[in-house]
């Protein structure tokens, strides 16, 4: 079993940064991707950013220029920074960590979730 902590996130004005981060406890396998999805009211959940250990990263389009994923591999933590904030980046971030290099699903790991919220 992995268990995920989460920290970071709380409210910024637009134009702002915000830092996530993630550190994911594991005492058998080595966790190969890691990253976050947010999930805005009413919205679907929908992928943020990711980063494998073979250094394969993903970034949602609406993110690219504005965020950054980055990884300790050793200590299986995970860091997202978030700059240039906009309203519409408002949502609840969960991160998730799995064993397997595809997109995460319900049977891999997920955080608890924190609140990010942009506004004037």
């Known amino acids: 079993q992995v268990q995920l902590v989460e920290s970071g996130g709380g409210e910024v004005q637009p134009g702002g940064s915000l830092r996530l981060s993630c550190a994911a406890s594991?005492?058998?396998?080595?966790?190969?991707?890691m990253g976050w999805y947010r999930q805005a009211p009413g919205k679907q959940r929908e992928l943020v950013a990711s980063?494998?250990?073979?250094?394969?990263?993903r970034l949602a389009d609406s993110v690219k220029g504005r965020f950054t994923i980055s990884r300790e591999f050793a200590k299986n933590t995970a860091t997202l920074q978030m700059d240039n904030l906009k309203p519409e980046d408002s949502a609840v971030y969960y991160c998730?960590?799995?064993?397997?290099?595809?997109?995460?699903?319900?049977?891999?790991?997920w955080g608890q979730g924190t609140q990010v919220t942009v506004s004037s």
């Open positions: 998730f960590a799995s064993y397997y290099y595809r997109l995460p699903d319900d049977n891999d790991f």
């Open positions: 980063l494998t250990s073979g250094g394969t990263t």
């Open positions: 594991t005492e058998r396998f080595a966790i190969n991707n």
